[in-house]
């Protein structure tokens, strides 16, 4: 017997990108952030976009057009070390931006190549 219905998880996060965009996605999901691609289906696969998971997180991202970044909603990616993956970053020449409004948390923004905000944050207890 099932329990009442509910939210048990996030399954993924999805973002937007410009037809086209994929080599940037990638280079950018992968090479600097460290995240897997993993495969769509076919008949995902077929509308362009990517997919890229890190342990439990899965951003999805897919093609819009016409396109327009997320430049205020955004995923909150938690990360162990966040100094050390602001410089891994930062010498990938993506700028990061520090934000210490969030009380019992290190926090930095960033963007991806399309524009879209991306939030990375790290609790200090």
Avoid at 19 to 31: H, I, K, N, Q, T
Avoid at 67 to 78: D, E, N, S, V, Y
Avoid at 103 to 123: K, Q, S, V
């Amino acid at each position: 017997m099932s329990g009442p219905a509910a939210i048990t998880s996030l399954d993924h996060v999805q973002l937007a990108a410009p037809p086209g965009g994929e080599a940037a996605l990638r280079a950018f999901y992968v090479d600097a952030l460290g995240m897997t691609e993993t495969p769509k289906p076919p008949d995902l696969a077929a509308r362009g976009g990517c997919w890229f998971e890190a342990g439990t997180v899965r951003l999805h991202l897919g093609i819009e057009d016409p396109f327009r970044p997320a430049r205020k909603a955004h995923p909150g990616l938690r990360v162990r070390g966040i100094e050390a993956y602001a410089a891994r970053l930062t010498a990938q020449g993506v700028a990061v931006t520090w934000d210490d409004a969030l009380p019992g948390h290190r926090r930095f923004y960033c963007a991806d190549p399309f524009g879209n905000r991306l939030e990375f944050l790290e609790p200090t207890d």
